[in-house]
């Protein structure tokens, strides 16, 4: 499925080319808003149809903003009295039957206001790259996308990071520069941690992102506000706000040196 206006899908950069900006999309409360119910629902049938959960307060009761599908479905375990090793032992066919049965329905009416406008403005920079790290299973992620009508902005080619790949959040980073780099870099190496950053709506992105030493634009609009975000590099409180994020994170990384000059100039030099 192609999304109308995305970008055409990522070449390998020639040996030598400045290395593009890789953006690393968190999903839930960042791309899209109130989109998770069906992707809950699957995961709770699916405990309920492995492990023989039956009392569905185990599921309202937990907490789900930043965490990653194995993650979740190990803490409603936890709860419901099941041990370690019998959660390990059946964590991969959890997780099959969450991507099996998953069904999102349409969810174009649940991206997030002024994201397709965004996330156009960001690929006509031509530095950047988009890329994705989420608790989703990659399966449920893809899904999920492409019925927002969002998925040809995310070129599966370039990978990510994702909750099938680490129960834990803060190993998603290098995964997804792992695959970027071995999809786009000339060398296979992986990609430069400070040619990355994280786009996410919780500390759990946050501190992702500083575990892999990544920069991290905050977006206020999920489950946390402005100031359980502060430890980001910038918080902003729309999708519209994002591009102007970046680009200030690439001003102050770069001193304006990567700003599409064909001069090759800084910025403000003049003509
Ligand atoms: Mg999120």
């Known amino acids: 499925m192609s999304t109308p206006g995305a970008p055409p899908a990522p070449a390998p950069l020639p040996a030598g080319a400045d290395v593009p900006w890789l953006l690393l999309w968190d999903i839930d409360g960042t791309l899209l808003l109130r989109a998770s119910a069906s992707h809950a629902h699957a995961v709770w049938d699916a405990l309920c149809e492995v492990h ?68 156009r403005t960001l690929s006509d920079r031509g530095d950047v ?75 759990r ?17 999920g489950s946390h506000d402005h100031g359980e975000l502060q430890d980001a590099d910038v918080v902003v409180h729309a999708a519209a706000e994002i591009p102007a994020a970046v680009a200030s994170l690439v001003e102050a990384a770069t001193g304006g040196a990567d700003r599409d000059d064909p001069t090759g100039r800084p910025a403000g030099v003049g003509a």
Request: with cysteine; glycine share 10%; net charge negative.
């Open 205 to 221: 992105d946050v501190a992702c992102a500083r575990h892999d030493g990544v920069r991290v634009i905050a977006v206020a609009t």
């Open 52 to 119: 023989g959960l039956q009392d569905r307060e185990l599921l309202r009761n937990q907490r789900m903003a930043g965490m990653t599908d194995g993650q979740i479905a190990r803490e409603i375990l936890t709860a419901a009295g099941v041990d370690g090793p019998t959660v390990d032992r059946h964590a991969e066919t959890v997780r099959d039957r969450v991507c099996t049965t998953y069904v999102p329905g349409d969810l174009e009416t649940h991206v997030s206001p002024g994201l397709e406008d965004a996330l």
């Open 129 to 203: 790259v988009h890329s994705l790290v989420t608790g989703n299973f990659e399966r449920v992620a893809r899904r999920k996308l492409q019925a927002a009508g969002i998925d040809g902005w995310f070129d599966p080619r370039v990978g990510g990071g994702f909750g099938s790949d680490h129960e834990d959040r803060l190993l998603l980073p290098a995964t997804a520069r792992r695959r970027a780099g071995a999809a786009l870099l000339p060398d296979d190496r992986p990609w430069p941690a400070d040619r990355a950053i994280v786009i996410g709506d919780t500390p």
